[in-house]
Each structure stands twice: as C-alpha cells, then as structure tokens.
Nanobody
Framework: QVQLVESGGGLVQAGGSLRLSCAAS????????MGWFRQAPGKEREFVAA????????YYADSVKGRFTISRDNIKNTVYLQMNSLKPEDTAVYYC???????????????WGQGTQVTVSS
C-alpha cells in the first residue's frame, strides 16, 4: 500500500507560480512511477505530467509543456510539480498518483492522493 498526500495548492494570480508536493508513505517509493493529473469542474480528469523511477524520463501534456516541471526526490519519498506562468485555465484539483514500475500518461495508476485545489485568478 502507498499513501499519497498532496500539498502546496492555493490561490494565485495569472502569471504566478506554485509548487505542489506529494509525499508518499512506504519504503518502496523508488519502485513507482509518479504522475500528476488534474480535474476542473465539469471536466474529465486529465494528464499533466509523469516521471519514471529514477527521474530521468518525464512526460508532459502539451498544455503545460514549458511551464510545468515534474521532479522527484527518492530519499524524501516526494514528487513535485513546479508550475510557472500559471493561467486561469490551469484552475483545477490536482492529484498525484503512483504506478508500479512503468511510467504512463494514462490514468491507469495504482494509488491516488486526495487532491489539492489550485485556483488561478485573471
């Protein structure tokens, strides 16, 4: 079992930055690929970013490429999402997720956090 707890969400003006963190329980964090997804009101949950076990491979949605950066610290059992140049359309609940071994951009993750709200005002 892996428990995921997100933090770092909040209200920010357009053009601003936020850094989300996701702390994972357990001793096998380095065995899990990690992803960030988001869900806006009335919309489907969508992929944002993913990172492989070592952190050497990352994937991003086109809508966030060049603005968001995913990273991980396998000592601290934490994955991060640095979000810069935020836009109102980035407003959503952001979820982190863990998947055994194989990185993916699909929602087929094994464990999910409870989510953290990000609101970007115009």
């Amino acid at each position: 079992q892996v428990q995921l707890v997100e933090s770092g969400g909040g209200l920010v003006q357009a053009g601003g930055s936020l850094r989300l963190s996701c702390a994972a329980s357990g001793r096998t964090f380095s065995s899990y690929a990690m992803g960030w997804f988001r869900q806006a009101p009335g919309k489907e949950r969508e992929f944002v970013a993913a990172i492989n076990l070592s952190g050497g491979t990352t994937y991003y949605a086109d809508s966030v490429k060049g603005r968001f950066t995913i990273s991980r610290d396998n000592i601290k059992n934490t994955v991060y999402l640095q979000m810069n140049s935020l836009k109102p359309e980035d407003t959503a609940v952001y979820y982190c997720a863990a998947r055994r071994v194989v990185i993916t951009t699909t929602p087929s993750y094994d464990y999910w956090g409870q989510g953290t709200q990000v609101t970007v005002s115009s």
